[in-house]
């Protein structure tokens, strides 16, 4: 919480700023928004790879994270980022536990029974022929069919048959990648050993608990006539903040639908705290504090209301699912078919944080006459400012805040040589 809330408090002020912008600025002004857009796209960029490094493990997490990548940029909607992420899972556990390879084996032998038997069906219609004289004098009739087994030298015994059964070694995941770990197996903030013991019971009350509650909030969400904006917003980051493996960068497109498409935020503003959220302290779920405060501008909601609404909305479930996560795992941490889930959502949300930096490289570009975003594409110089926060970062060790000031001044630089 001490990391928290300087970030908090920061983005707040930032909202009330922002919601006393017009709607029309200065072209210079747009050239820094889209220079803090284009910088903030290669620092995802960066983090997404470097999150990839560790989450790959092999040939099988690689194809995980190639396929949240591409299916995350298809679509996004809230049920659809955790099917990805539980069809990652029950594929590593299928593929971990043998069951892909059990099925593969059996197939292989009916096969070759199949094969077998059409092979002894066909030599007995070409016998049968022989017999009936059906063939001409030149020709010889076929030979019978090899027995299914061999005999060794003086011993009546079939070649016992051999399993090709090929395992990855599970005790190579005997521990869940850091991700995993940050996310899965402690509190924001608070180390394991730090953390009081709890048991599996109370673990397993407190995830009930977060079930019961996420039906109820989608329920009554989805039931009432008309809702308040204020409980719309609880729902929609509620919803959102389910989904904590990736971290900030896996429900970027889900916060932009939400509060983009009923109104509640413009797309310029979305983009100006996204920019400035990487470089304030604490994660980047504070976004959703300067969320909340623009969401119910201009309703009988104070904003610091909205602020904590959003703020709740948005912590709440990830709190539930960490410490409830935390009575569970020492009873799971040893359990292979656990571990083999664990790889495959973790890989699957690295790959949805490529499928953010594809979505946020689309809508990066501001002008005045397009501020809903558009390419950063569209400008080689936003291309060459995204390139400099990747690389800076990548081999300068550039910090965010470092990146996102550059990239500003970038962007206003250029508009000062050239104009807009």
Same mark, same amino acid.
């Given at each position: /919480?001490?990391? %928290?809330?300087? !970030?908090?408090?920061?983005?707040?002020?930032?909202?009330?700023?922002?919601?006393?912008?017009?709607?029309?600025?200065?072209?210079?002004?747009? #050239?820094?928004?889209?220079?803090?857009?284009?910088?903030?796209?290669?620092?995802? $960029?960066? *983090?997404?790879?470097?999150?990839?490094?560790?989450? &790959?493990?092999?040939?099988?997490?690689?194809? /995980?994270?190639?396929?949240?990548?591409?299916?995350?940029?298809?679509?996004? #909607?809230?049920?659809?980022?955790?099917?990805?992420? *539980?069809?990652?899972?029950?594929?590593?556990? $299928?593929?971990? /536990?043998?069951?892909?390879?059990?099925?593969?084996?059996?197939?292989?032998?009916?096969?070759?029974?199949?094969?077998? %038997?059409?092979?002894?069906?066909?030599?007995?219609? @070409?016998?049968?022929? %022989?017999?009936?004289?059906?063939?001409?004098?030149?020709?010889?009739?076929?030979?019978? =069919?090899?027995?299914?087994?061999?005999?060794?030298?003086?011993?009546?015994? =079939?070649?016992?048959?051999?399993? %090709?059964? &090929?395992?990855?070694?599970?005790?190579?995941?005997?521990? +869940?990648?850091?991700?995993?770990?940050?996310?899965?197996?402690?509190?924001?903030?608070?180390?394991?050993?730090?953390?009081?013991?709890?048991?599996?019971?109370?673990?397993?009350?407190?995830?009930?608990?977060?079930?019961?509650?996420?039906?109820?909030?989608?329920?009554?969400? *989805?039931?009432? =006539?008309?809702?308040?904006?204020?409980?719309?917003?609880?729902?929609?980051?509620?919803?959102?903040?389910?989904?904590?493996?990736?971290?900030?960068?896996?429900? &970027?497109?889900?916060?932009?639908?939400?509060?983009? $498409? +009923?109104?509640?935020?413009?797309?310029?503003?979305?983009?100006?705290?996204?920019?400035?959220?990487?470089?304030?302290?604490?994660?980047?779920?504070?976004?959703?504090?300067?969320?909340?405060?623009?969401?119910?501008?201009?309703?009988?909601?104070?904003?610091?209301?909205? #602020?904590?609404?959003?703020?709740?909305?948005?912590?709440? =479930?990830?709190?539930?699912?960490?410490?409830?996560?935390?009575?569970?795992?020492?009873?799971?941490? @040893?359990?292979?078919?656990?571990? $083999?889930?664990?790889?495959?959502?973790? *890989?699957?949300?690295?790959?949805?944080?490529?499928?953010?930096?594809?979505?946020?490289?689309?809508? !990066?570009?501001?002008?005045?006459?397009?501020?809903?975003?558009?390419?950063?594409?569209?400008?080689?110089?936003?291309?060459?400012?995204?390139?400099?926060?990747?690389?800076?970062?990548?081999?300068?060790?550039?910090?965010?805040?470092?990146?996102?000031?550059?990239?500003?001044?970038?962007?206003?630089?250029?508009?000062?040589?050239?104009?807009?």
């Amino acid at each position: /919480m001490n990391r %928290c809330l300087p !970030g908090a408090i920061g983005m707040y002020g930032l909202s009330l700023g922002v919601s006393r912008i017009g709607n029309n600025l200065p072209h210079a002004v747009y #050239a820094l928004l889209s220079g803090l857009n284009a910088a903030t796209v290669g620092i995802i $960029a960066l *983090a997404a790879i470097r999150l990839a490094e560790r989450a &790959i493990t092999d040939k099988l997490t690689r194809l /995980m994270v190639y396929l949240g990548g591409a299916l995350g940029m298809l679509y996004a #909607a809230l049920w659809y980022y955790p099917v990805i992420m *539980a069809g990652a899972g029950l594929s590593t556990l $299928a593929w971990d /536990m043998g069951y892909v390879h059990t099925v593969v084996n059996f197939g292989a032998r009916v096969g070759s029974k199949l094969a077998l %038997c059409r092979s002894i069906r066909h030599s007995d219609v @070409e016998r049968a022929d %022989c017999k009936k004289g059906s063939y001409s004098g030149n020709q010889k009739p076929l030979k019978p =069919p090899s027995p299914a087994y061999t005999k060794y030298q003086d011993e009546d015994k =079939p070649i016992p048959e051999t399993k %090709c059964r &090929i395992r990855p070694p599970i005790s190579r995941y005997a521990y +869940p990648s850091s991700l995993a770990r940050k996310y899965a197996a402690r509190p924001l903030g608070t180390s394991v050993s730090s953390f009081p013991k709890m048991s599996w019971q109370l673990g397993l009350l407190i995830l009930t608990t977060f079930v019961v509650t996420f039906i109820l909030t989608t329920a009554l969400h *989805a039931l009432l =006539p008309s809702p308040s904006r204020l409980s719309s917003l609880f729902a929609s980051l509620y919803l959102a903040g389910t989904i904590i493996f990736g971290g900030g960068p896996v429900v &970027i497109p889900l916060l932009r639908e939400y509060m983009i $498409a +009923p109104g509640w935020v413009s797309s310029r503003d979305f983009l100006l705290g996204l920019a400035v959220i990487q470089a304030f302290p604490g994660p980047n779920f504070n976004f959703a504090v300067y969320l909340g405060s623009l969401a119910v501008a201009g309703t009988k909601f104070p904003s610091f209301v909205g #602020a904590f609404v959003a703020f709740l909305g948005m912590y709440v =479930p990830g709190l539930f699912v960490v410490v409830g996560f935390m009575g569970l795992w020492r009873m799971l941490k @040893e359990k292979k078919w656990f571990l $083999a889930v664990l790889r495959g959502v973790n *890989a699957a949300a690295v790959g949805l944080v490529f499928s953010a930096v594809y979505k946020l490289w689309q809508i !990066g570009y501001l002008t005045a006459s397009g501020q809903g975003g558009s390419p950063l594409g569209g400008d080689p110089w936003l291309v060459a400012i995204t390139g400099t926060a990747f690389v800076g970062g990548a081999w300068f060790g550039f910090s965010p805040p470092v990146a996102i000031l550059l990239g500003g001044a970038m962007g206003v630089g250029r508009y000062g040589a050239v104009g807009g």
